[in-house]
């Protein structure tokens, strides 16, 4: 069951998290889930669902970002 | 319990809210300093609700509406829902923080109602000047995004009503122009209080309650109906793939693979398989992919949905990180607005051309063809930078042939009249501006013309950089129609008799993707910009309109005895 999260912005990190399904940069606010093994950043459940009935099904397991 | 809106009064205020994105741009247009507000109009304005969803827009820049719900998100994000203060004007131009690319200026101002924040307005602008590697930024063969221009994360530049002068100096010590800069800053301030005296006198006829219940309700119908839209496309896995030509920095090509999904009233338009992020300025950030993508379904549906944050939440845009849809900091990022937007918008027509094919078109030209200058007016020996950009043929579609010469369709902006470029800017006059026949793809419905423009320079020196695209590889027709012309771009040398590309002439790596070259006195550029794909197989064309088009010149009489088969109506013009 996954949950709202919050990251932290920073100035100093040259690289910057995203989405696991989409690729949309998360800013703050994300949602945090366990998908396929791993702990994932995703924008909304939504796209937690979409990377378990769409993603996995075509491309498999995606290496955490 | 829910209020119940009576349908008239959502259509009183949505039209409101229309009405006051239109004047907004209005303000802009007729109090700004550069040609590429006021002329070009390549800006937009939209409001917002506090969580910061779009409530209204106007008919203005679609890539740059696209984008702005992602850059007003991130700034809502990043200064969180306490940040704001009666007064306050943010700043935004960081593509990697949720904006279009560096010359894109968001302004931001919260509006608030018995001290509570009820709203945002916002606009974004293409400043003509942004302190880029060369004048006018859109650097062809920049190399990473601080080449681009002076990046502004979100940050205030009014606090409290008050100007932040240290914020101001900044901006205003990076840009060449900043007078220009200050002046288009203030127009866009000054549309900024326009919108929140008018949301104010909403909230006053209306009541914030019946406003913000409006509000919601108008958002569910624009969802509900842009579903209903897209339930009508039979569901289906659709493909397509094209390419970006050259990045300014090697000669290759970048292929743009689309898988798009129509599921009910989902849409998944999925990019994976895309050619990894290029090293110069073509890559397109995550905001604009999307923004494309929407654009492309606001094309191809009900234009009477009202267009607010209810249209975009039936699509999920799936973009790689590290690709040409999706680039990772710092690559450089200026094309992907301007050359790479309008191929992906084009892409879902391409893919959905089986399906749908009375609402879909051919590709266009797809190139905004950005040229940049700029150099010291001799006349004030003050600075001068502008942004040139052109038309294309647009592509043809079920009934109706393709537009001639129109800002392709990411921007729905408009060139700089000849008299403006020739009165603002002293570096060039213009020798001679027209279509080009032959130019738009043959088909049933035929592509639309490009166009070709030729200036002489008229001061000792002047830097231009260049950005176009579709110089190599046609636009493609559909379902029978054939490709529309590529355009070019070329130097003749003062004294010299000779049509030179960049290549052959400055030894840049690409014929139309570099910056800072020095023309001089008496040197003359020219710019082909190329023509819209045909629909449909052209031997179905209409004869009578393909009669017109050889008596206005668009269709040579060849063209209409070979492409068109039309032997008894060659000699006739």
């Known amino acids: 069951m996954g949950e709202w999260r919050e990251t932290e912005i920073s100035y100093l990190k040259a690289n910057r998290a995203a989405c696991e399904l989409c690729g949309h940069p998360i800013a703050r606010r994300y949602w945090g889930a366990e998908a396929d093994g791993a702990e994932r950043m995703f924008c909304s459940p939504d796209h937690e669902r979409l990377y378990n009935d769409y993603w996995l099904p075509r491309y498999g397991r995606k290496a955490v970002t | ?6 349908p008239v009064a959502l259509t009183v205020v949505d039209n409101y809210l229309t009405s006051c994105c239109r004047d907004m741009g209005v303000t802009m247009m007729t109090t700004a300093y550069s040609p590429i507000f006021n002329e070009s109009l390549d800006f937009s304005c939209v409001i917002f609700d506090p969580r910061g969803n779009m409530l209204a827009q106007a008919e203005f820049c679609p890539s740059q509406i696209g984008t702005i719900k992602f850059t007003v998100d991130w700034t809502i994000e990043e200064l969180g829902p306490d940040g704001f203060d009666e007064g306050d004007i943010v700043i935004h131009d960081d593509p990697y923080r949720g904006s279009g690319h560096v010359p894109e200026h968001m302004l931001l101002k919260p509006v608030f109602w018995e001290g509570a924040l009820v709203a945002f307005v916002a606009n974004v602008a293409h400043m003509s000047e942004v302190g880029a590697k060369t004048p006018g930024g859109l650097s062809g063969d920049a190399t990473e995004i601080y080449q681009e221009g002076l990046l502004l994360p979100p940050v205030k530049i009014k606090r409290r009503g008050e100007d932040v002068d240290d914020i101001w100096k900044i901006i205003l010590s990076n840009h060449r122009t900043p007078r220009v800069t200050l002046g288009d800053f203030r127009a866009m301030i000054g549309s900024l209080d326009m919108a929140e005296r008018r949301i104010h006198a909403l909230i006053a006829d209306y009541g914030l309650d019946f406003v913000q219940a409006a509000a919601d309700e108008l958002m569910a119908i624009a969802e509900r109906r842009m579903r209903a839209e897209i339930e009508a496309i039979p569901d289906g896995t659709y ?12 000669d290759r090509d970048y292929p743009i693979k689309l898988t798009l999904t129509i599921d009910g009233g989902e849409v998944i338009a999925d990019f994976t398989g895309s050619a990894p992020q290029a090293v110069g300025p073509v890559n397109a950030i995550y905001a604009v992919t999307a923004s494309a993508i929407y654009n492309a379904f606001l094309h191809l549906t009900d234009p009477t949905i009202p267009r607010n944050e209810g249209c975009y939440r039936p699509f999920t845009i799936i973009a790689p990180p590290g690709t040409i849809v999706n680039c990772s900091f710092p690559a450089p990022v200026a094309g992907g607005n301007t050359e790479t937007s309008p191929r992906l918008t084009d892409m879902i027509f391409g893919a959905l051309q089986h399906a749908i094919p009375d609402r879909i078109a051919a590709s266009c030209g797809g190139t905004s063809s950005p040229f940049l200058f700029g150099g010291i007016d001799p006349r004030t020996g003050e600075p001068y930078a502008h942004f040139h950009f052109e038309g294309v043929g647009w592509g043809g579609r079920r009934g109706l042939d393709g537009n001639s010469m129109v800002v392709t369709i990411n921007g729905n902006c408009r060139n700089t009249p000849v008299e403006v470029f020739e009165t603002r800017y002293p570096a060039f006059r213009i020798d001679s501006y027209r279509l080009v026949p032959d130019s738009g793809g043959p088909g049933e419905f035929r592509g639309g013309l490009g166009g070709e423009r030729i200036f002489t320079v008229t001061v000792p020196e002047v830097t231009v950089s260049a950005l176009l695209n579709r110089m190599k590889t046609e636009p493609w027709g559909v379902l029978g129609g054939g490709e529309g012309a590529v355009g070019g771009l070329w130097v003749r040398r003062a004294g010299t008799a000779e049509w030179r590309t960049f290549v052959e002439e400055f030894g840049t790596m690409s014929p139309s993707k570099f910056s800072g070259v020095t023309l001089r006195d008496g040197d003359q550029v020219r710019i082909l910009m190329p023509g819209g794909g045909g629909y449909g197989d052209p031997r179905l064309r209409d004869p009578e309109s393909v009669r017109c088009d050889v008596a206005e ?21």
């Open chain 2, 239 to 250: 493909t397509f793939e094209d390419a970006i030509e050259d990045d300014g920095i090697t």
């Open chain 2, 553 to 573: 010149g668009f269709v040579s009489a060849d063209a209409a005895r070979a492409v068109y088969g039309l032997e008894s109506y060659a000699g006739e013009a």
């Open chain 2, 1 to 6: 319990m829910s209020t119940v809106i009576d």
